[in-house]
T-cell receptor, first 113, second 119 residues
Framework: LAKTTQPISMDSYEGQEVNITCSHN???????ITWYQQFPSQGPRFIIQ???TKVTNEVASLFIPADRKSSTLSLPRVSLSDTAVYYC??????????????FGRGTSLIVHP | GAGVSQSPRYKVTKRGQDVALRCDPI?????LYWYRQALGQGPEFLTY????????KSGLPNDRFSAERPEGSISTLTIQRTEQRDSAMYRC?????????????????FGPGTRLTVL
């Protein structure tokens, strides 16, 4: 099974850049890496997705090294509203085969004033 | 457009009763997933469908759990003879599977969940 490993928790302060790294040693060739954000009492919400190198959108950046065995979610200048749990998701399975999304345990990010 | 909806939002039942949880995915989404999430934990995969076909049900805890999506749209997760350990948040997600380049680009859109409490 493709498993992910993330830090359980992180603390930061408003205005700082936060980097959360996820390890996924068994990632399959055709798998994408997807990060989700979850606030209390809500379902996970898509943040960013990538396959290799770097991806950037209006919310975050995702850095993926050449071996794809890890990925780093970067949140620039966090605010209090970024306090949430962040999940790294790596699909398991082959193209056309069974796809079992495996969420990591998540990283609980707390942003302090 | 409307997002993923689930009903009921809250369900309280007595041990031994059957419950049916409904998921209405985003219109046109091919894939539909069911998860169970315990407090403080990440979503735990239960099963998923592509159109009406159940692709994988390896995450269903036991044979009291079943799911269907007969017309490739709305799905129902049924739990028979509920037990207290079944109490959890049950979440549904849908996605538009895109394999244009041979890779998976599933972006899942989650519903609000159904909070199940078994007394």
């Amino acid at each position: 099974l493709a498993k992910t490993t993330q830090p359980i928790s992180m603390d930061s302060y408003e205005g700082q850049e936060v980097n959360i790294t996820c390890s996924h040693n068994n990632i399959a060739t055709n798998d994408y890496i997807t990060w989700y954000q979850q606030f209390p009492s809500q379902g996970p919400r898509f943040i960013i997705q990538g396959y290799k190198t770097k991806v950037t959108n209006e919310v975050a950046s995702l850095f993926i090294p050449a071996d794809r065995k890890s990925s780093t979610l970067s949140l620039p200048r966090v605010s209090l509203s970024d306090t949430a749990v962040y999940y790294c998701l790596v699909g398991e399975g082959e193209t056309g085969g069974s796809y079992i999304p495996t969420f990591g345990r998540g990283t609980s990010l707390i942003v302090h004033p | 457009g409307a997002g993923v909806s689930q009903s009921p939002r809250y369900k309280v039942t007595k041990r031994g009763q059957d419950v049916a949880l409904r998921c209405d995915p985003i219109s046109g989404h091919v894939s539909l997933y069911w998860y169970r999430q315990a407090l403080g934990q990440g979503p735990e995969f239960l099963t998923y469908f592509n159109y009406e076909a159940q692709q994988d049900k390896s995450g269903l805890p036991n044979d009291r759990f079943s799911a269907e999506r007969p017309e490739g749209s709305i799905s129902t997760l049924t739990i028979q003879r509920t037990e207290q350990r079944d109490s959890a948040m049950y979440r549904c997600a849908s996605s538009s599977y895109d394999s244009g380049d041979g890779s998976r680009t599933d972006t899942q859109y989650f519903g609000p969940g159904t909070r199940l409490t078994v007394l």
